[in-house]
């Protein structure tokens, strides 16, 4: 076979188990066969220390006193919502269902999908995707995606679950917006006639919030353009005016972490900011395999720089960095199915990167039962098609992993606390009043210096507040 044919037949194979294995995370998979000893392996948090200012958060939602969120930043192991789908059901059992949390406005051409909410659309939406870095200026919002209308008749709405143990009430809904000069009035709507719609015209471009808030219970909202002017958004947030925890899942499908480094950096700050997150979750790695390795300290430098840039927006957030999947070859020409060798090499750096950053760590790869683990899982029915991902099984594996090592960093932390202070609440939220308009950014009506939330110093000034109507 010539090699030019050879190659375009290599390439649609890989493409065709990538979609086997994004369309495999969100259907039905058969059970996985019992067999303990390649199923994964318990693996404790590192440096748990590093998660104290998220454990005293949920010992303060436990009390009734606050929310305590995560911004869980990733690739398309992310972006399926299937880790942190169970995850954020287990989390929420415990803690108490603050909502869903974020959202993108539609998944468009993008295999992306979110558990416990209902996403629709009408008409036709653009989107600017931070994978492509099609935008000088970085502005992609906090899901790494900005989405404008193509018509008037675009529109989006986001239902709450109507199955499941969570996700069936929400009292907040919010859109993440771009305010500029040619922003329209942006319209938000519940489905029982409540509404407010927000002017997205300013003078520079900036980054704004508008929110309608309702009675708590099942909803379906939704927002259009109304008006003359380009909407440009960046996603929704459902959430609960009561204690709980919200999660949320920013999956980036397709990314490597490098490509974190396209946000603008002030921008992407105030994104974190206005989430306002007592943990950020970091886990790229996987789509990083097959490429060429330039060496440790270069990929030291790149993922530390990424770990920097995520947490600038909330720098008194606890981190915890996710070491990627075993990641597989399948050989184009036949042969055997292999491990990476450079797996081993990119988890040890990022677990270095992880403890001069203050971070703490849990290794994914070692998880799974390490090198030659896709391989084993796969023929459990815990690997995808293409060696690359896991099936929902496999998913709700680690998932189990990561949550039961989370608990026992818990139980440790309590235990200390309890001695040493009692317990003694750390509230995080600094930023939270109400409103809508931007200049630079809005978090919740509050305006944030963006240069000052990058540096660490979050700096607020009262803004105006956008008024719900009842018709």
Known sequence: MPIAVRGAACALLVLALLVLAAVGTMTTQPRARADESARGVARSIESPSSLAPFFASLRATERGAQTTRIAWFG?????FDAITSTIRARMQ????????????ITAGHLPYGHRGIVLASQGRWRLAELLRGTRADGRYGYGGVLFMPSSARSSASFSTARSGAIGHAASRFEVLYQAHPQGPLLELRAEDGTSATVDTRAESTGDGVARLEVADGAHTFSLRSNGRGELRAYGVVLERATPGVVLDSVGIVGARGRRVLAWDAAHLAVQVATRRPQLIVIGFGANEASDAYA???????????VVRRLRAGAPTAACLVLAPLDQAAVPCGGGAVRSYLTMARRVDVQRRVATDAGCAFW?????????????????????????RHATAAGYERIASLLDDALMRALADYRAGADVADGGALVTLDRTRTDGAVVDGAVVDGAVVDAAAVDAGRPSTSDAASASPTRR
């Open 75 to 79: 690739d398309s192991n992310i972006a």
């Open 93 to 104: 059992a415990r803690f108490g269902d603050a909502g869903h949390g974020f959202v993108l």
């Open 363 to 387: 290794d994914t790869f070692a998880a799974m039962g390490g090198p030659g683990s896709m391989v084993r899982w796969r023929r459990l029915g815990l690997g995808g098609h293409d060696y």
């Open 295 to 305: 060496g440790d300290d270069e990929y030291a430098a790149e993922t530390a720089e």
